[in-house]
């Protein structure tokens, strides 16, 4: 009786598969290969930017689990029941992700695209080589997959700061909350957007968010790097800011609308690093092993992890 319904879009008979290997002793239904009239008996509901309405047609639901550690494409059903929602945490994803950072920090820093460019016109020229020492690092959204990302560029010299709505203390990192944070981009070089997308995260990455980080760093005009979510960032703003020199250079993963459009004029930027929402894709094996887990301690009577704030919306 204690049933799993999947509907997570892509991929949707493999990833039944797994899930079916690691649930042996319960019915998986996938959402996209089968579509029961009746969904009495289905207890959880694993999604990715589901079918909205279908939860609330499940009467046995108890617990709604995100593919992914954002949650953003649940709480966007209007219909969505009362009940609890676990997002997805794993070291697979974290890695994953903290990986992606350090990888488009250090293409900035070393100027990897300017080396593509001079490579493609068969050019060989040396260009002056900052530090990491010299340049901050600042990561809006201070969370698990911030503070990860905050310690592997701590490790490789640069410094860093953190902004998130409750204040921390982490060892080597300077911490900003709430209203600090014209301060915090003060002094940032390189800003990494790792915010989920919220009512109030909508468009934060803006012009006037741009023209307040640091212009005293070695290249003397800041990098932006977001791999949280797209409709945190204006991206009119970040072309118009790319033309005008106020971005030196910026690192997108995430975008307004996925995918990004043909006709978007970002393609067109030789300092624009875009990759298609990739930074930390879920590891499905990682996550039927996550889900399972979750439901033994929830039928054990345990309390579930990385619950979801629907008031705060992450
Ligand atoms: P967490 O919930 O652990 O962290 C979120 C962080 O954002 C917290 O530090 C939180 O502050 C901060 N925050 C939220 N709202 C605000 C606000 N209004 N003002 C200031 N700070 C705020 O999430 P994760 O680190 O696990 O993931 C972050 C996001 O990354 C996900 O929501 C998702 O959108 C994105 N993501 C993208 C992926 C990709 O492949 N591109 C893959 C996985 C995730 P506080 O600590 O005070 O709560
Ligand atoms: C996530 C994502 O939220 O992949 O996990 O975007």
């Known amino acids: ?42 207890k959880y509901i694993v999604c990715w930017d589901h079918e909205h309405g279908l939860p609330a047609k499940m009467p046995d639901l108890e617990v709604v689990f995100s593919l992914g550690a954002g949650v953003d494409h649940v709480l966007s059903d209007p219909q969505l029941p009362d009940v609890p929602i676990v997002r997805f945490v794993d070291p697979s994803l974290t890695s994953r992700m903290s990986e992606w950072i350090v990888l488009q920090v250090l293409m900035h820093l070393r100027q990897q695209r300017r080396y593509d460019l001079q490579q493609s016109r068969c050019r060989w020229q040396e260009l002056q080589q900052p530090e990491a020492r010299e340049l901050v690092v600042g990561i809006m959204g201070m969370g698990v997959l911030g503070q990860e990302a905050a310690r592997k560029l701590k490790t490789l010299g640069f410094q860093v700061r953190g902004w998130s709505r409750s204040k921390k203390q982490l060892d080597g990192i300077e911490c900003f909350s709430g209203a600090e944070l014209d301060g915090f981009l003060s002094g940032t070089d390189i800003l990494v957007g790792l915010l989920p997308h919220t009512k109030h995260t909508t468009g934060i990455f803006n012009r006037g968010l741009f023209e307040k980080l640091s212009r005293l760093g070695p290249f003397q005009a800041p990098v932006f790097i977001n791999a949280g979510r797209g409709k945190s960032q204006v991206e009119t ?9 106020t971005l030196h250079g910026v690192s997108l993963d995430v975008f307004e609308e996925e995918p990004l459009a043909a006709s978007s004029p970002l393609w067109g930027f030789s300092n624009a690093v875009l990759t298609p929402h990739m930074a930390a894709t879920s590891d499905i094996r990682a996550l039927a092993s996550y889900v399972h887990e979750q439901v033994m301690r929830h039928e054990a009577g345990k309390e579930l992890q990385n619950l979801v704030d629907p008031e705060a919306g992450y």
């Open 1 to 42: 009786m204690n049933h799993l319904l999947l509907d997570i879009k892509y991929e949707a008979y493999a990833r039944a598969k797994i899930f079916g290997e690691v649930f042996a002793d319960r019915k998986i239904v996938s959402w996209s290969d089968e579509k029961p009239e009746n969904l009495e008996g289905f």
């Open 237 to 245: 703003d970040i072309v118009s800011c790319l033309e005008d020199g």
